[in-house]
């Protein structure tokens, strides 16, 4: 029999399809859809391949698998994370935390096979090696000695290393060590250490005596040695004294690095440090020179951030992509799952009727999962359909809102967050463009999302503004709240400003609030925001109501 695979994976029809290939290959397979299941199961059984989707119900794919291997003593099963879409954060604590591999949806069939047999075989070589490692290990204590194991080790430095024992001849001689010298080994082992370096230092003051003396080790001595072509070499010496298992000096090492390199930097440092000097004082002449073309460069940023506003619609539409492809990666699988297996049926020699009925089934499933894609798409399209015109119109803010709430489930960690309207049915139209100020409530949706990545509550709030404000007659606004991880008091001033960002990811340019900042201004609009950190932020957008 072979080996026990564990399937988990909360689609059903994913997780069915993949059971099917894996039983027809003779794996005894498993099939869950929560973690929860997992870790109990893992605790009772032991699966050689466990193969999870990054998303599942309660702990994600990765937690789990790691938290199956955290109960796993001695045997280590082979892990896997399959996902429909990019996640950086999560692949890479995976890798970390010894997660074995990775397959992206959507696959096929034979795709999703060849991975399973590639990690399978790595887990039978794996036990194979294991086994072989341990017969080595015992060999290797009993035969290798001490000294050839030392040996190697030097040999393998990029540093000179040279070891003498108590009379002080030479007992090896590393490759680096002859590369500096101009000397072969066999010509300096058995020699005294003295009638190989000749230098005053070594002379007067030989620091592996020293060390080997004083049982002490000598560090970083600066000198220089002079190789058998008489070259001198600039060198960093450092040296101690070697015992056996016993404890007893038996010898001593000396290490010494060539710092040519270093002194020739160090020299290009200085000479870099004059060249400032005098360029400083130049250097106000230069800046005057340069205002003119910053202040046409400044020009020309005011015109490439107008065009980045006439664009940013797409923009949004960009950061829809992980979602939807998540959300279009699932059905795809199906679908290819499903072709893949009424492809094989037909290649048998014969169909009878049952076989008919399962590809039936099967065409049917490939009907819904198409008609799941198709409205995906659509809706997209939809949002990022280009509007006619620009100019200022009438606008109803809560059919705006409530058209804008859809495309936020096409968000990573949406599913954990619950967003709340509070609209107010009488409020009259506003001055603006329908899609522009989608865009706008898009943008900030999403950074409240992504500032709860452990879920959480946004509040929509439409309203009048109170009798007693004196922009009352004029303006309406719109507040959106979230309980996220807060903006710290020194960014507040600056987050509408052009290519801020407090992101580390280099996923962010830091547009996005510019962009809606300007959007609303073109309206005669504006944005306050009140923030702390650990408990939320509130964003409070004013719109001007339309007059005739």
């Known amino acids: 029999m072979k080996e ?37 199961l893992a605790k009772t059984t032991f699966f050689d391949l466990i193969i999870s989707d990054v998303r599942l119900q309660g702990m994600n794919g990765v937690d789990t698998l790691i938290k199956i291997r955290e109960q796993q003593k001695d045997k280590k099963s082979k892990m896997v994370i399959m996902s ?9 604590k995976a890798i970390q935390h010894g ?16 991975m399973v047999e590639k990690n399978i075989t790595n887990y039978r070589l794996q036990n194979v090696k294991a086994e072989y490692m341990h017969m080595i290990k015992f060999f290797n204590e009993e035969l290798v000695e001490k000294n050839e194991r030392i040996g190697a080790v030097l040999s393998s430095l990029a540093e000179g290393v040279f070891t003498v024992n108590e009379k002080m001849e030479i007992t090896h001689f590393n490759r680096s060590a002859e590369l500096m010298m101009g000397l072969s080994s ?38 220089e040695i002079q190789s058998q072509s008489g070259k001198c070499l600039p060198v960093m010496i450092s040296a101690s004294s070697l015992k056996d298992s016993a404890g007893n000096i038996i010898g001593g090492v000396e290490v010494f690095r060539d710092v040519s390199e270093i002194k020739r930097m160090m020299r290009e440092i200085q000479e870099s440090r004059q060249e400032i000097s005098e360029l400083n004082v130049h250097l106000e002449q230069r800046v005057k020179e340069r205002t003119k073309d910053l202040l046409l460069a400044n020009q020309k940023i005011k015109e490439a951030q107008t065009q980045l506003i006439q664009s ?9 992509g992980a979602g939807v492809a998540h959300e279009l990666n699932n059905p795809l699988t199906g679908i290819l799952g499903y ?28 009907e819904i999962e198409s008609m799941r894609c198709k409205s995906i798409i659509e809706n997209l399209l939809l949002f990022s359909k280009k509007p006619i015109e620009t ?18 489930k096409f968000q990573p960690r949406s599913r954990d967050v619950n967003i709340i309207l509070e609209l107010d049915e009488s409020l009259p139209g506003v001055n603006g463009n329908v899609n522009r100020f989608q865009q706008v409530f898009m943008n900030f949706l999403v950074n409240a999302i992504k500032a709860m990545p452990n879920g959480g509550e946004i509040k929509v709030v439409s309203r009048r503004l109170d009798a007693e404000d004196p922009r009352a007659e004029d303006f309406l606004a719109v507040d959106i709240i979230d309980n996220g991880c807060g903006i710290p ?48 932020t509130t964003f409070t957008l004013y719109f001007k109501i339309f007059k005739k």
Do not use: W
């Not at 049926?345 to 008919?356: H, M, R």
């Open 4 to 40: 026990k695979i564990l399937i988990i994976d909360d689609v059903v029809d994913l997780q069915e399809t993949l059971l099917m290939l894996l039983q027809k290959a003779g794996y005894q397979v498993t099939g869950v859809s929560s973690s929860l299941q997992a870790i109990e």
């Open 84 to 92: 429909g879409y990019s996640e950086h954060e999560a692949l890479i």
């Open 99 to 114: 997660v074995d591999d990775f397959i992206k949806k959507p696959f096929g069939g034979e795709e999703f096979m060849h």
């Open 186 to 223: 066999n010509k300096v082992i058995g020699e005294q250490c003295s009638k190989i370096f000749t230098n005053h230092l070594c002379m007067q003051n030989c620091p592996i005596k020293k060390a080997i003396e004083s049982n002490e080790p000598i560090l970083n001595i600066e000198t």
């Open 312 to 320: 940013s619609k797409m923009a949004a539409v960009g950061q829809l």
């Open 339 to 366: 072709a893949q297996m009424i492809i094989k049926k037909f290649n048998e020699d014969s169909l009878n009727e049952e076989d008919v009925q399962v590809c039936k089934k099967f065409i049917r499933h490939i």
């Open 391 to 408: 100019r200022p119109e009438s606008v109803a803010i809560n059919r705006i809102i409530q058209e804008t709430i859809p495309f936020i």
């Open 489 to 536: 008091e020194e960014n507040l001033d600056q987050i509408f400003n052009a290519f801020f960002t407090t992101k580390e990811d280099n996923k962010s340019v830091g547009l996005g609030l510019f962009i809606v900042y300007q959007i609303i201004q073109e309206y005669q609009g504006s944005i306050e925001v009140k923030s702390k950190v650990g408990e939320g």
